[in-house]
């Protein structure tokens, strides 16, 4: 969707009244935090603590948008054979974006083996990443265009049909592992029960999310958070109230920079949204 088919989109949605009630927990009434451009709003929730981009794509919307339109420099781009070759010969490293060694040294942290799925992957540097590692490592990403660059490029195993990665057996993996995805989705409610449902008891979500409360975060200019992409603008407190009813404990979080230690979720600083990085990891065990 072009900028100008964006704005058309957007104006539409105003005109017709689309509902501001929150794609979480369905409270209707919302609260204003925040203008782009005038015509889009960043909204929050007060009741769940959700912070939202209004107008809401509906799920067709984002899927077409995906598929055809979104690009998002090195992440999104799959390289030439000689940039690939490149890559893949320094394993990454210096790569920017695509060298995930920080984080994938996070994950060994909390566990240093076993089948992870990788949620959403993109062209598939992270998930090659994490199969050099030593992990068992599947990924999943609706992005058909890069789901075959990943499978047939990088020799990955990869899921691009959203029925498949439904009909994985429960307590499939030890590790959900997922870097700046979820921000994206519309509505967290069905990821995350079925992070739950796949992970083992004891099995570990590790997730990297931009910090919706963070320094430059939105009432301080941080425009990215209520773009065409990012429809979320995620934060520690939302997910210290929300993660125990998907059965989800022992949670831990840092935010950037990511080499700071890790403090429990219960760290009142937390509670009050009091982190200051733009890059938000959430890491928390499955029940």
Known sequence: MSKLNYLGWVLGRRLAGQSRACPFCDTAKTELSGRKRLVVELRACPSCGLKFRWPKPEPEVLRDYYQEDYFRDATTETPDDATLKNLVDTGFAGSGDNDMSHRIGILRSFRETGRVLDFGYSWGYG?????????????????????GFARDRLGQTVIDDPTEIASIPDNAFDIVFTSHVLEHLPDLRDPLKLFNRLLKSGGFLVAFVPNGDGGSALGCGWDPLIDQDHVLALDAPFFIKHMESYDFAALHFNSGPLHQPFRAFGNPDAARGQLPGDELCIVAENR
């Open 127 to 147: 998930t090659w990443q994490l199969k050099q590692a030593g992990y068992d490592v599947t990924g999943f990403e609706i992005l058909r265009s890069r789901t």
